[in-house]
């Protein structure tokens, strides 16, 4: 806005606030600015018979005493609303960039629908331990399931909207998610198992294949003895 009204008005007036600022610390006249002339020239003309009669003389503008607040007051608004606006920018690029604050964000929504605590208990883990699994699955599923647009996502129709339908929302993609991260789990530990099976038996030694033949005293038997080696 402010910009448009610099191309509106023009005579540098995005620093317009700036220059009254300057003067009135200088202790100057603040309130007659060159954008905003209050005495001017003016050329009008006297008709008489067969005569035109040309003349200037100095005007008064009062309703330029009334624009020049107008705008000082809109120029310090604007400015205003751009530093507000940039805070604010700043303010959700950090709530959505860091993975803490998400993790907190989403973990806040779940509370209020239980999700997460509605596993069964586990009698062979222990309450810190469950407490430490919970912990790293809320992070994977706001750093690898919803990431930062997710999050934004969220956080735009809570804003907007209201924080149950949200947390709702939260709560059905975290139960997807969940569902999910322990079929890769299990694929993950059998994958693992047989990892560490194959290179169990892989640094066995090899087996030595044991000879056999046919003796010739019993054929009717025709069992098989070991060959003795020389």
């Not at 503008?61 to 310090?76: G, S």
């Not at 969220?154 to 339908?165: K, Y």
Request: glycine share 4%.
């Amino acid at each position: 806005q402010i910009f448009l009204l610099n191309a509106f008005l023009g005579n540098d007036y995005h620093l317009f606030g700036f220059e009254v600022i300057s003067k009135f610390l200088r202790g100057l006249d603040w309130g007659e600015s060159k954008r905003f002339p209050r005495v001017t020239l003016c050329d009008f003309h006297i008709r008489e018979i067969g005569i035109t009669h040309r003349y200037t003389v100095q005007c008064v503008l009062p309703i330029n005493l009334f624009n020049e607040k107008i705008f000082l007051i809109l120029w310090f608004w604007t400015l205003l609303l751009a530093a507000f606006n940039a805070g604010d920018f700043i303010a959700w690029l950090a709530r959505i960039l860091r993975i803490d604050s998400r993790t907190a964000y989403v973990r806040r929504k779940l509370a209020m629908n239980r999700s997460s605590d509605n596993e069964p208990p586990d009698q062979f883990t222990s309450p810190e331990q469950r407490k430490l699994n919970e912990k790293v699955r809320n992070k994977a599923f706001v750093r690898d399931y919803l990431q930062e647009d997710g999050c934004f996502t969220l956080r735009l129709l809570a804003r907007n909207g209201q924080d149950i339908i949200v947390g709702e929302i939260i709560d059905k993609l975290y139960q997807n998610f969940c569902t999910i991260y322990e079929r890769q789990h299990v694929n993950a530990d059998r994958t693992l198992a047989l990892t560490k099976s194959n290179q169990h038996y892989s640094s066995l030694p090899p087996v030595q294949p044991r000879q056999f033949e046919i003796s010739k005293n019993d054929e009717e038997n025709r069992h098989l003895v070991p060959q003795n080696k020389a």
